[in-house]
Each structure stands twice: as structure tokens, then as C-alpha cells.
């Protein structure tokens, strides 16, 4: 295996972790918790999953984390295609990760708050239930802040596969920058036009999905293609 190959697959296996990990966070685990608008169901899921909030704490970090070291990896990859977009590329996700980060700690207040009768005393049931509430709204909403960084990001390595003169396939980097669009959309949507948003965003991003999942299978199970050698330079040689 060459070693630009090796990387690759590197690249496509830290890539599935970030998927695997952002996705039991908030796919699986934040729905669970999270009731729009029901301070009381919010907090009562919270109580009765304490556990799983906490699994879900460390699958975000563990997701920021490793996503930071996925670009990082890609940089490496290929920013011999062009090197400032691919330091564009490091620094969306920095600041993707950065706000992640931040995200998590008003979740893991809002486990605090629900599961610490200390707040229930002072403030009452209610005044404890909407203090979580708040919490897990603003995390809620954080995520779409980080969506801005995490969707454009799409756009540099779309555009590096793109011109990777055949190290990875053009189509790949069109659906990564048709990805980065969809995010987009869909953000603009929840904030704009929030009767909207809602409707559209359970397979706006449906898009950005596949075009991600497309490029790590395409990464760690083929790795990026290595040109092969000139017969006639070998010929020559």
C-alpha cells in the first residue's frame, strides 16, 4: 500500500468515527431528551436518562475531537492541491469543533440542574424544569451555530477532491459541495422560516448525508488512486 493510500484510509476511518459518534449524540440521544417547548418532559427524560446524557457528553467531545484530527489528516492529504483552501478547510472545522465544545457544557449543566434537588429547593419544580430547559435550548440551537462551520467545511474538501487530478473521483467533491449547500439551506430555514425548517429539515440534509457517507466508504475502502508509473519513463529509467 502506498503511503498516500495508507493516509487516506486513515482519513476515512477517522471520518466513520466522527459519524458514528456525532450521530448516537445527535441523532439518537439528544431526541430522547430534548422536548421543544415542554420544559417538564425535558427535564423528566433527563432525570430518567442521566446515564445516557453522560454517554452522550463524551461521544460529542470525543466527536470534536476526532474531527479536528480528521482535517488535519486531510490537510496532509491534500493541501499539495492548493494549500490555502485547504488551511480554510482546518479552520472551519477549529471553529465547528470550538462551538461543539461549548455546546456540551450546557448540556451537562442541564444533567446537573435536573438531578440536583439542591435547584429544585431553591428555585421550585417549575423554576428547576425551565432552568434545564434553557440549557438544552441553547445547546439545541448551538448546534445549528456549529452548523455553519460543519456544513461549509464540505466546501474546501469538496473543491480539493475536485482538483485532486484524479486522486479522488470529480463526482465525489460535486456531492460534498451540493452537501455543504444543503446544511446551509437548512440553516438558514430553522432561523428564517422556522414553520418551514421545520418540515424540510428531517431530508434537506439527507443530501449532506450521502455525500459524506460517500466519501469516507470511498476513503477507507479504496483509499485515493495512485497514479501508475509512465512505461516509457520506466522504460527509459
Request: aromatic share 10%; with cysteine.
Amino acid at each position: 500500500m502506498s503511503p498516500r493510500k495508507g493516509l487516506a484510509r486513515i482519513a476515512g476511518f477517522l471520518w466513520l468515527v466522527v459519524g458514528i459518534s456525532g450521530g448516537f449524540a445527535q441523532g439518537f440521544m439528544e431526541p430522547k431528551m430534548y422536548a421543544a417547548g415542554n420544559a417538564a418532559a425535558t427535564a423528566a427524560n433527563v432525570v430518567a436518562n442521566p446515564g445516557l446524557v453522560r454517554l452522550g457528553v463524551v461521544a460529542e467531545l470525543v466527536d470534536s475531537t476526532v474531527f479536528i484530527f480528521l482535517a488535519m489528516t486531510l490537510y496532509i492529504l491534500l493541501n499539495h492541491v492548493h494549500k490555502s483552501v485547504a488551511r480554510a478547510m482546518v479552520v472551519l472545522v477549529a471553529l465547528s469543533t470550538g462551538i461543539s465544545c461549548l455546546n456540551v457544557v450546557f448540556e451537562f449543566e442541564g444533567l446537573r440542574v435536573a438531578t440536583d434537588s439542591a435547584y429544585a429547593a431553591a428555585l421550585g419544580t417549575a423554576g428547576s424544569n425551565a432552568l434545564v430547559m434553557l440549557l438544552l435550548d441553547t445547546q439545541h440551537y448551538g448546534v445549528f451555530i456549529a452548523q455553519v462551520f460543519f456544513g461549509l467545511w464540505l466546501v474546501p474538501i469538496g473543491y480539493l477532491a475536485y482538483k485532486s487530478s484524479g486522486l479522488i473521483p470529480k463526482w465525489l467533491g460535486v456531492l460534498l459541495m451540493v452537501g455543504a449547500a444543503c446544511y446551509i439551506v437548512d440553516l438558514l430555514a430553522m432561523f428564517l422560516l422556522p414553520d418551514l425548517g421545520q418540515k424540510i429539515g428531517s431530508f434537506i440534509i439527507i443530501p449532506s448525508a450521502i455525500a459524506e457517507t460517500s466519501m469516507l466508504v470511498y476513503l477507507l475502502v479504496f483509499g485515493v488512486r495512485v497514479p501508475k508509473p509512465d512505461k516509457n519513463i520506466l522504460a527509459a529509467a
